[in-house]
Antibody, heavy 126, light 110 residues
């Protein structure tokens, strides 16, 4: 059973860059047909996809965040990372890393979220 | 992309059945059958309970079932139990090639 764990600073000031890392254990980040994804949930609100990275393909970003987001993978460390630039208070949320199944579809699509990390709260405040 | 529309809350007594609706558009559920549902107890990681509209992952109770008609999906919880009290989210693949979620439905067991 794969497990995911987010890590990174919990408090940022406006205009800074949010950087989070997700460490994957119990399985290789290079195996299977999965997207490695970041999802967030502002307090009292619903879930929002930030983006997805396919090991053998490209990266998909939420159009509303695309200009500020980078998702990258470090296969040597079995980790993937999120960078979100120019943060504001609106970026305050619980951030989840996740493994998203393609369901075997070709071309591969982000289909359902199979595994989630426990989540980490990131607060943006002056 | 706009979030999918779910009722804010649904309640039921133990043993009853409840349904949670999830309405999308032609850009997501109206065009694709890649609908999933998640159970979220606050403070914990969300849990996948339905994928591809109506399939249950191994280990998920058969009291949970899903369906879809047009641009709307439905989650049914039968034989409601106290442990089912949680937030529930629907999700769909979209034409923008990412995933969109509903706003969430709080289920209360009376």
């Amino acid at each position: 059973q794969v497990q995911l764990q987010e890590s990174g600073p919990g408090l940022l000031k406006p205009s800074q860059t949010l950087s989070l890392t997700c460490t994957v254990s119990g399985g290789s980040i290079t195996s299977g047909s999965f997207y490695w994804s970041w999802i967030r949930q502002p307090a009292g609100r619903g879930l929002e996809c930030i983006g997805h990275k396919y090991i053998n393909g490209g990266t998909i970003y939420n159009p509303s965040l695309k200009s500020r987001v980078t998702i990258s993978v470090d296969t040597s460390k079995n980790q993937f990372s999120l960078k979100l630039s120019s943060v504001t208070a609106a970026d305050t949320a619980v951030y989840y890393c996740a493994r998203v199944s393609t369901g075997g579809w070709h071309p591969p699509i982000p289909n359902w979220v199979e595994s989630w990390g426990p989540g980490t709260l990131v607060t943006v405040s002056a | 992309h706009s979030a999918l529309t779910q009722p804010a809350s649904v309640s039921g007594s133990p043993g009853q059945s409840i349904t949670i609706s999830c309405t999308g558009s032609i850009s997501d559920m109206g065009h694709y059958s890649h609908v999933s549902w998640y159970q979220h107890h606050p403070g914990k990681a969300p849990k996948l309970i339905i994928f591809e509209v109506s399939y249950r992952p191994s280990g998920v109770s058969n009291r949970f079932s899903g369906s879809k008609s047009g641009d709307a999906a439905t989650l049914t919880i039968s034989g409601l139990q106290a442990e089912d009290e949680a937030d529930y989210y629907c999700s769909s693949y979209t034409s923008t090639t990412t995933l969109v979620f509903g706003g969430g439905t709080k289920v209360t067991v009376l």
